[in-house]
């Protein structure tokens, strides 16, 4: 199970593109709140991702927040308390400082990434091994920032099978991703019927991934360009997550 909560707090910060270029897909005050479940009724935890504009060694950012826990029955065998920051450029959306404090039925994290843009090399400091490294990097993203970044790309004319790639660092190394376009879906969701986009993460074989996992994400088809729905196919059941609650949207959320 650990493995697939993790996957799903991954995809989740990771997986949104916007198709309207003129407009900022998110501001300061923005909250969205994700429930989780398995196999369709099974509620196994929640997911929030907050963002608030801060400044941060003299420069404008945006420090945003992901944290995930597991609830109900799931907790009473497997506890999860995942948390995520990240504080990145208001305009660029480059990185500066990440940090991630895990703890998923006792297996643990803490570490805390600083991003060297002279030298171009990012620090990590290991709270949980007492060890402190640093490794090369050019033109990455953070779990966390990845998910914003992505927000403001423009796919308008974006076509079937085409695919979106992006280098994302975690755990002292470099993961290439790739979101692959399947199509447009109205869907019916909790706020009505929802027109999205679905994309297909895929990722490089042989790191922490496989080839090509069985995830499916729907994104609201609108200027805000937010994860509505995911669904993973496990071995045994489904691990789906939808968006339970939202407020401080930068755009109308456009429903049918």
Do not use: C
């Amino acid at each position: 199970m650990k493995n697939y909560i993790l996957i799903f707090f991954t995809l989740l910060f990771f997986t949104t593109v916007n198709s309207q270029s003129n407009k900022k897909a998110f501001k300061s005050g923005e909250w969205l709140r994700y429930k989780m479940s398995y196999s369709g009724f099974l509620r196994a935890g929640t997911a929030i991702l907050e963002v608030n504009e801060k400044e941060f060694n003299g420069k404008k950012v945006f420090h945003t927040k992901g944290t995930g826990w597991t609830s109900g029955m799931i907790k009473w065998f497997f506890n999860v308390d995942d948390k995520y920051e990240s504080y990145f450029d208001r305009d660029t959306i480059k990185p500066y400082v990440f940090k991630r404090k895990i703890d998923e039925g006792g297996y643990k994290k803490h570490r805390i990434t600083s991003f060297n843009y002279n030298l171009n090399k990012a620090y990590i400091q290991d709270f949980t091994l007492q060890k402190d490294t640093s490794v090369a990097f050019f033109n990455v993203q953070d779990m966390l920032s990845s998910f914003y970044y992505l927000r403001n790309r423009d796919v308008k004319h974006m076509v079937k099978g085409q695919e979106i790639a992006i280098d994302m660092f975690m755990d002292s190394q470099v993961y290439p991703f790739k979101l692959r376009f399947l199509g447009r879906e109205t869907i019916k969701t909790k706020f009505g019927k929802v027109k999205t986009m679905i994309f297909r993460p895929l990722v490089q074989s042989g790191r922490v991934f496989k080839a090509q996992e069985s995830v499916t994400l729907w994104i609201t088809d609108d200027a805000n360009k937010i994860p509505i729905k995911m669904k993973a196919d496990l071995a045994v059941g489904s691990l789906r997550a939808e968006l339970e609650q939202y407020k401080g949207l930068a755009n109308t959320f456009i429903k049918n």
